[in-house]
């Protein structure tokens, strides 16, 4: 979830400070009951910026976690070619 005006600006800042390309993407998360906007934040392994799958997930964790703070939401997926981390601030989820 979040404003996606709010992540391009967020994610400009980052990869200014880490040395990233990323696409950042608006979505429609659609589940049991209900339906919220949001973006997608897509990492590229990017010729400038080479790096290993497992840094790119270690990048994708760090900025996926300072996303949910900067656009005020409680939980969060990172999605790699193996696996989906979720994560959520919630207490007792």
């Known amino acids: 979830g979040g404003d996606v005006d709010q992540a391009k600006q967020f994610c400009r800042e980052y990869c ?4 990233l390309c990323v696409t950042v993407e ?3 998360f659609i589940y049991t009951g209900g339906e919220e906007a949001g973006v997608r934040v897509g990492l590229i392994n990017y010729p400038r910026f080479p790096s290993t799958a497992d840094a790119i997930e270690k990048t994708a964790l760090d900025l ?3 996303l949910r703070v900067k656009l ?3 939980s969060f997926s990172v999605v790699g070619p193996k696996q989906t ?9």
């Open 72 to 74: 005020c939401q409680h």
């Open 85 to 93: 981390h979720w994560f959520t601030a919630r207490e007792g989820a």
């Open 26 to 28: 608006p979505v429609a």
């Open 16 to 19: 200014m400070v880490v040395g």
């Open 64 to 66: 996926a976690h300072k």
